[in-house]
């Protein structure tokens, strides 16, 4: 099969600043893909396009082979593609089961209430949180909440998943959780880009790198590779 993220000539700019210029980016199906950058690189911008929460200016993004111009961010989760943002985002007054439910009584054709909560209950399995299921979001700790993020992000299975900053702030073991976490879910079948300054998780987690600065990407590739590269240690380890 094709790659199943193919990103062309992505561009991006507030007013008269160019946050993305002309990257392209290829994710193929079951990959996990490390991407890295200081910041302020355009990281979460692209992010933000591929899922759809930003308009970009100039460039196209293709899942399994389909444009997703124009497409919505809930439209681009039914088709597969779904991420985490760096803050987790839960309903807060609602349960932990609740929250991973959601968009399951959203989806097209959306499931029964009982359907949706024996699904969100198995992922709330491999993430870890079933015996909070009936807690309240307010109430977990931040580990959890990057938990109950992935979950919601993960609950439908989805073909690529983008998971933004789920380790920043977390311990040593807390980051180990998540990578495990992460690990048996890309086994389970879903690509995964990982945006993260953790790097002993990105190296220990990615199959290929690749590295935004200043909006372009500079370099890509074997881990190894592209981070004894010159301009990758001078400009992203400030070496
Ligand atoms: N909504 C916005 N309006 C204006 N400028 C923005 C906006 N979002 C991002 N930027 C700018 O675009 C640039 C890239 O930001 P972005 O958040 O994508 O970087 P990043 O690599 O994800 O950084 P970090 O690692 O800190 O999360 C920054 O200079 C940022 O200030």
Request: overall charge neutral.
């Amino acid at each position: 099969m094709s790659a199943i993220l193919e990103v062309r000539g992505l561009g991006k700019t507030f007013g008269g600043f160019t946050a993305l210029n002309d990257i392209g980016l290829a994710v193929a199906p079951g990959e996990r893909l490390g991407l890295i950058g200081p910041n302020g690189s355009g990281k979460s911008t692209f992010v933000n396009c591929i899922a759809g929460d930003f308009l970009n200016h100039s460039g196209v993004v293709l899942f399994k082979d389909q444009p997703l111009t124009g497409m919505k961010p809930h439209e681009r989760a039914r088709l597969g593609l779904t991420r985490t943002f760096q803050l987790p985002r839960p309903f807060r007054s609602l349960t932990v089961l609740e929250n991973v439910a959601v968009p399951l009584r959203f989806s097209v054709p959306p499931l029964a209430m009982a359907d949706a909560e024996a699904r969100a209950c198995a992922c709330l399995q491999l993430v870890g949180l079933h015996d909070k299921a009936r807690s309240y979001a307010h109430s977990l700790t931040q580990v959890d909440l990057r938990k109950l993020e992935l979950a919601r992000a993960l609950v439908r299975e989805p073909a690529l998943l983008i998971a933004d900053e789920v380790m920043a702030g977390l311990s040593h073991s807390e980051v180990d959780q998540i990578l495990d976490l992460l690990f048996a879910q890309n086994v389970r079948g879903t690509a995964i880009i990982m945006i993260e300054h953790v790097m002993r998780a990105v190296t220990a987690f990615s199959q290929r790198l690749a590295v935004f600065v200043a909006g372009r990407k500079i370099a890509e590739g074997d881990p190894r590779t592209v981070l004894a590269t010159p301009e990758v240690e001078a400009a992203y380890l400030g070496i």
